[in-house]
């Protein structure tokens, strides 16, 4: 269905009260921001092109509609009338990080102070953390899943970051195996390219990658084609140290810990990596020192 049939359905829903307008399209979906029946606050409702694009149908609906952390963006409910299947979602106001590290015209990250950044940082360890500890992968964690509260107030700091699009999440303890490639590439960690054999250390891989984009304000691999960026990731390149400059007077002292945490989170070897509570407390030790 086109854009015209699906809001045309949306608005007919017994659950919804009132579209009040488009927030973005994807290759799947549409987001609308809506009001409705039950929830005071505005919401945003993904509406999905096809049935089987759905997150979470089944047994994984349960434990996707089951989570709840300030800092992921919470489904409120999984709606299937028909031929129209829709997501509703907790309202974030303030776009994507993708969008507001690389596409505003006001280049306010550009602005942001790197103990900012890293308490955006925080915010992204602290949901991986508790999904982890919940049993349950990611697979695509990217600044474009990472969504600010509200927008961003110059001056202000930023706001709140949470976590989004459980498309991909898939509990581990019920699967012998993983599928291979799921996810976005650049973020990828090599045993996801490279095999079905992964866990919750391919998130904390992708938290590397992403991180080191929120603080360099760098496309990660910008440069290379997909083939070129397969072999990149799978010959252990990564990012480099060079682009953390960009963050600004800290400290070489403090700038050599930024590069350790990231370094720990992207290690070849999954079985060294930190944990995700572990990366938040490193993550947390950095914030304070640069507070102080």
Same mark, same amino acid.
């Given at each position: 269905m086109d854009h015209s049939e699906l809001l045309e359905k949306l608005q007919q829903s017994e659950r919804i009260q009132e579209v009040h307008e488009l927030l973005g399209t994807g290759s799947f979906s549409y987001v609308f921001c809506c009001h409705v029946v039950g929830i005071e606050d505005q919401v945003a409702v993904k509406v999905l092109k096809q049935k089987d694009m759905l997150p979470g149908r089944g047994r994984e609906a349960e434990f996707i509609q089951g989570l709840r952390h300030p800092n992921l963006v919470n489904v409120l409910g999984i709606v299937e009338e028909g031929t129209l299947h829709y997501v509703i979602l907790e309202l974030c106001t303030g776009g994507s990080l993708q969008d507001v590290i690389h596409e505003?015209?006001?280049?306010?990250?550009?602005?942001?102070? !790197?103990? %900012?950044? *890293?308490?955006? /940082?925080?915010?992204?360890? =602290? $949901?991986?953390?508790?999904?982890?500890?919940?049993?349950?992968?990611?697979?695509?964690?990217?600044?474009?899943?990472?969504?600010?509260h509200t927008p961003i107030v110059p001056g202000c700091g930023c706001p709140t970051v949470k976590v989004g699009d459980m498309g991909f999440a898939r509990p581990v303890s019920?699967?012998?195996?993983?599928?291979?490639?799921?996810?976005?590439?650049?973020?990828? !960690?090599? %045993?996801? *390219?490279?095999? /079905?054999?992964?866990?919750? =250390? $391919?998130?904390?891989?992708?938290?590397?990658?992403?991180?080191?984009?929120?603080?360099?304000?760098?496309?990660?691999?910008?440069?290379?084609?997909e083939a070129a960026l397969c072999l990149a990731i799978m010959g252990g390149q990564r990012p480099p140290f060079e682009e953390l400059l960009e963050i600004g007077h800290i400290g070489e002292e403090r700038l050599h810990q930024a590069w350790s945490i990231l370094q720990a989170c992207w290690a070849e070897d999954p079985d060294t990596r930190p944990t995700a509570g572990q990366v938040a407390e490193m993550i947390q030790e950095l914030h304070s020192s640069l507070c102080r």
């Open positions: 505003q015209e006001e280049d306010l990250w550009a602005e942001m102070p !790197a103990v %900012e950044r *890293l308490r955006a /940082g925080y915010d992204i360890a =602290s $949901a991986l953390d508790y999904i982890h500890q919940q049993e349950i992968l990611h697979r695509d964690i990217k600044s474009g899943n990472a969504f600010l019920e699967f012998s195996g993983m599928t291979q490639g799921v996810g976005t590439l650049r973020y990828m !960690a090599p %045993e996801v *390219l490279s095999s /079905g054999d992964y866990g919750v =250390s $391919a998130d904390i891989f992708s938290f590397g990658i992403l991180l080191h984009e929120m603080l360099s304000g760098s496309i990660p691999f910008s440069s290379k084609n």
